[in-house]
């Protein structure tokens, strides 16, 4: 089953599923493993429905979100795919199995001050200022996922018309306006660079090697404690920011999906929550009452 993991795995890779996906997949199916292990059930034949619920009712003794558990089952569900189209199975075992329905969360996003302070700790605290200032600016700006920002070329970036090719999920490239302040900052990081090419990565690392989604992590998790952020953040946490920012100050929801690269309008729909101090800006405004009572 191990073997036959790494190979389902390895075909992920080959079908350019993204870095973050993959690592996912695979947490996912080592957790699995470890069951099968202590199960002593390692063969195709024993990936069974009632063996799947065995596992999942051992996850659930654990208490995860459901959006965690439905992850997990996603993983299986497309191993168990793989499986069946290699012959190693005779059915699949998920066609029996209903998932629940998908927790909707809110996504956690600053606010604008919180993001104002959060650039400028990142152009002030550190060692690579520069680049951590270009690196923040740029993700504000354009609302880029980790895998999307680390991913970026020099060449990607068109100074003259004022927006970056990106590489999304499904390996589909679109371009994605940025903010004269970001291009800026990218061109002083540029400029302190030694040579660089159009070939070269955008962002580099200590090592001066392709900056990582883990590194942009830990570069964001310092960068948010020296900015007096106490709630829990992450790079994403600036794509929902410039989403939510964007569509409290009038972008249009069809818009905004093109340049957040969201497959549906449904995915981009979740940002249609507003601030309280806009919602309530906005009823202040139209409530026909509140009209009448000012003199």
Known sequence: MQELMQEFLLQLKNKNYSALTIKSYGEDLQEFSDFCTLRNKNKPQDFTLSFIRSFLAGLTQKNPSRNTILRKIATLRSFAAYLLEQGKIAQNPFKLLPAPKKEKLLPKFLTLEESNRLIDTAADKGRYITRNKALFELIYSSGLRRSEVTGLKIADVDFF???????????????????????????????????????????????????????????????????????????????????????????????LQEMLGHKTLAATQVYTHVSLDKLKSVYEHAHLKNKELKP
């Open 161 to 255: 018309n004022g927006v970056i090719k990106v590489l999304g999920k499904g390996n589909k490239e679109r371009y994605v306006p940025v903010t004269d302040e970001a291009l800026q900052a990218i061109k002083n990081y540029l400029a302190c660079r030694p040579n660089p090419l159009p070939t070269d990565p955008l962002f580099l690392n200590k090592n001066g090697t392709a900056l990582t989604g883990d590194g942009l992590a830990y570069i964001f998790k310092q960068l948010a404690i020296q900015s007096n952020i106490a709630r829990k953040v992450s790079p994403h946490s600036l794509r929902h920011s410039f989403a939510t920012h964007l569509l409290n100050n009038g972008c249009d929801l069809r818009s």
